[in-house]
């Protein structure tokens, strides 16, 4: 009797019907959220899923509101779906202990990407060779490593601290805001669109459906 299943449905068939915005999205806890900026926040509660990088493209209350603004334009071509394929990406959360060791062994073929959750703005063990190195040698043999932030808000700058510079010269690229979440799907939608190395680094920085904010 308690569960908000029924709120959320109801919002979720009311925005679907009336508010036009061409987007994956989440209704939930009287919000309407990006899908791809969405991530659970809570086990258990009324407001369980959040976008923390992102403001809501709806609030619902008494009255339904709307923020245009944040939403994307319709792309002017029709919906259409892509097979997903079965590049071999993984997702990593850096914690201290971590080895150079482990790190080459998860990034072992038949691996094509790898997100790594570092700490605040995208800094790593910098000062550790084992793990720099087991970093650059995939990288060089053409695994993508795209580097998001663990914290809940802000963004992964690989340039802004020493710790960051070094993922940076081992060939890591930065994901901006984007949450692993998204990271990660991102990487596997874009191998299995038949990239190459070279062309899913550049995408990966790149903003296709509102999942990171360019600057």
């Not at 997100?115 to 053409?142: H, T, W």
């Not at 998001?148 to 690229?173: N, P």
Request: with cysteine; hydrophobic share 50%; proline share 6%.
């Amino acid at each position: 009797a308690r569960s908000d299943a029924r709120d959320n449905l109801l919002d979720a068939l009311i925005l679907a019907g009336s508010c036009a915005i061409p987007e994956v999205m989440v209704a939930f806890g009287g919000t309407l959220l990006r899908g791809n900026r969405t991530t659970k926040v809570q086990s258990e509660g009324l407001r369980a899923f959040a976008s923390p990088n992102a403001g809501p493209l709806a609030e619902l209350g008494i009255d339904i509101r709307i923020h245009r603004e944040r939403a994307r334009s319709p792309a002017g071509v029709p919906f259409r779906l892509r097979p997903f394929g079965s590049a071999e990406v993984a997702a990593v959360r850096l914690f201290p202990g971590i080895t150079g060791d482990f790190l080459a062994r998860l990034l072992a073929p038949p691996l094509a990407g790898l997100v790594l959750e570092a700490y605040g703005a995208g800094n790593g063990p910098a000062r550790d060779p084992a793990i720099l190195q087991a970093l650059a040698e995939a990288c060089a043999r053409g695994v993508v490593v795209v580097v998001v932030t663990q914290c809940l808000e802000g963004r992964a700058e690989l340039g802004v601290y020493a710790a960051g510079s070094a993922l940076a010269r081992a060939g890591c690229i930065g994901g901006a805001d984007m949450t692993a979440e998204a990271a990660l799907t991102k990487l596997a939608y874009l191998f299995a669109a038949g990239l190459d190395p070279a062309a899913v680094r550049a995408e990966i920085a790149r903003d296709l459906r509102g999942e990171l904010t360019a600057g």
